[in-house]
């Protein structure tokens, strides 16, 4: 498997949650387990307060969602349940990594989001990690 997301170094993503979260509270993660991206946050991260869940299946879908603007892949987890995700990936090459029939994991957390248009105690899953089966041709990179 290869790593083509990391949360971690999402840097930009980050920021943008975290201006949300702190200018408004109509936007952004609420902040239960510190401020999202924050050393706080990865710290309950570590220590198992703020869980993370897993899950391993297969790409059945790549499509665009929201008003079709937005890239997003549906997984079959290995129990025939189906999730959508936002095609996150840290490296414009790892975009094409997303095809159907590829074996896929992520590791995500769950936060409640503050979007009062998404109802209340709306809870997010957000990726922290993803890993797909790898590609021969760019089996030598990683996200470190």
Sequence with gaps: MITIYRLEADKDHITKVQQATEKTDKFGIEPTHG???SSEW????REGTLPVYH?????SSVHMGSMNDWPEFTVRAENGE???WSRYANFPEFASLYSVGRPIEIDYVVQRHRASSLGPGTHERIPIAIRVEENSRLENWSVT
């Design 42 to 45: 990865w710290q309950h991260i």
């Design 55 to 59: 899950i391993k299946g297969t790409i």
């Design 35 to 37: 401020l999202f991206g």
């Design 82 to 84: 189906e999730f959508t």
